[in-house]
């Protein structure tokens, strides 16, 4: 299977679409341990995708009592591929397909001329797609236009076929 991002990209996700949600009413940072009870997302891989979130000014930490966590830009100026790019690094779409540590473009591999259209492509689509968008489009429970993004399963997944 071949997977575009990490979990801890899809745990980012996940709190950054909450973080959207909650924050379009109040400027209030949301708290660390709330956002990973809220979003299902464990506390460790996340608290490591936060600081890398941070160090890019995708979030803003506000510390000590009442601290947490804000979006450091506004929704609308923040990509999905942004994401999977601070998350995951600059790279993150950048391997061979299938796997091959020699693919490029003196040794292609079988899929090499496919996959280099389909990532320009994918890369477009994804720098085009915004967090705002996501969070527009995928109301609580619903799938339709884009990814589930909740209600969270005890598993940290949402229900339904993946």
Not at 16 to 42: A, D, E, M, N, Y
Not at 47 to 72: E, H, I, N, S
Not at 74 to 90: A, E, N, R
Request: aromatic share 4%; with cysteine; hydrophobic share 30%.
């Amino acid at each position: 299977m071949l997977r575009l991002h990490s979990k801890g990209c899809e745990y980012a996700i996940r709190a950054l679409i909450h973080l959207v949600r909650r924050q379009s009413s109040r400027k209030l940072p949301v708290s660390f341990g709330k956002l990973c009870h809220k979003t299902k997302t464990p506390e460790p891989s996340t608290r490591k995708v936060f600081q890398r979130m941070v160090r890019k000014g995708l979030l803003t930490a506000v510390p000590g009592r009442g601290g947490g966590y804000r979006l450091g830009l506004p929704p609308d100026k923040i990509s999905v591929l942004s994401i999977i790019q601070t998350v995951d690094g600059p790279k993150a779409l950048g391997g061979c397909v299938l796997g091959l540590p020699a693919c490029g473009g003196r040794r292609p591999c079988p899929l090499h001329p496919t996959w280099k259209k389909t990532k320009q492509e994918l890369t477009r689509e994804l720098r085009s797609h915004t967090l705002l968008d996501l969070a527009k489009r995928n109301g609580r429970g619903s799938s339709k236009g884009g990814i589930r993004c909740g209600p969270w399963t005890d598993a940290g997944r949402a229900p339904g076929p993946r």
